[in-house]
């Protein structure tokens, strides 16, 4: 079954640059989005189609995609940053999701 | 404002059966296709199913395709998810999720209900 493969972790200093990548097959031929969640919270969308800004999300976050590499990058990473990162597309078909397995961005 | 709440979470016994529902306003929902996202205890997100805004086309996760059936009622605008033959890997927080229109992300998420699978 399709995959999307993330880090589990990133750790950055506070006004440091953080990336985030993840991987997978289909990349290529489907746009990738991303999640952050924060603890007990649901999840709130920072990129899509591959590197579109939602409004409210601020600057310092952008988004790209490249082959099968899709990659989010915090540009002066921020202590309220913090959270589980989750990149999200679909198979070729386009009816089925996937997630990534989550990464753990730690600022500090 | 757009609203998703889901109800129907509970402690089941393994082997059992549940009922999930999600309650959405603020939007037009007939135009809107959904899904479930599940989230296990300290585990990432897994979508498990879409349906079509007409109900028409379903879509599911190989993990639990064959006992999870979703549906929907667009005059009461609501959808629900039934899950059979429930096991401890089904014990997660369920999120009801709205499904963008044009596009196959999830746009707007519900607070979700958790579903305990234990004897």
């Known amino acids: 079954s399709y995959e999307l493969t993330q880090p589990p972790s990133v750790s950055v200093s506070p006004g440091q640059t953080a990336r985030i990548t993840c991987s997978g097959d289909d990349l290529p031929k489907k746009y990738a989005y991303w999640y952050r969640q924060k603890s007990g919270q649901a999840p709130v969308l920072v990129i899509f189609q591959d590197n579109k800004r939602p409004s409210g999300i601020p600057e310092r976050f952008s988004g790209s995609s490249s082959g099968t590499m899709a990659a989010l990058t915090i540009s002066g990473a921020q202590l309220e940053d913090e959270g589980d990162y989750y990149c999200f597309s679909s198979d070729s078909s386009g009816n089925h999701r996937i997630f990534g397995g989550g990464t753990k961005l730690t600022v500090l | 404002e757009v609203q998703l709440l889901e109800s129907g979470g509970d402690l089941v016994q393994p082997g059992g059966s549940l009922r999930l529902s999600c309650a959405a306003s603020?939007?037009?929902?007939?135009?809107?296709?959904m899904s479930w996202v599940r989230q296990a205890p300290g585990k990432g997100l897994e979508w498990i199913s879409s349906i079509s805004d007409s109900g028409d086309n379903t879509y599911y996760a190989d993990s639990v395709k064959g006992r999870f059936t979703f549906s929907r009622d667009n005059s009461r605008n609501t959808v629900s998810l039934q899950m059979n033959s429930l096991s401890a890997e089904d014990t997660a927080v369920y999120y009801c999720?709205?499904?963008?229109?044009?596009?196959?992300?999830?746009?707007?998420w519900g607070q979700g209900t958790l579903v305990t699978v234990s004897s």
């Open positions: 999720a709205r499904i963008s229109s044009g596009d196959y992300y999830f746009d707007k």
């Open positions: 603020g939007f037009t929902f007939r135009r809107s296709a």
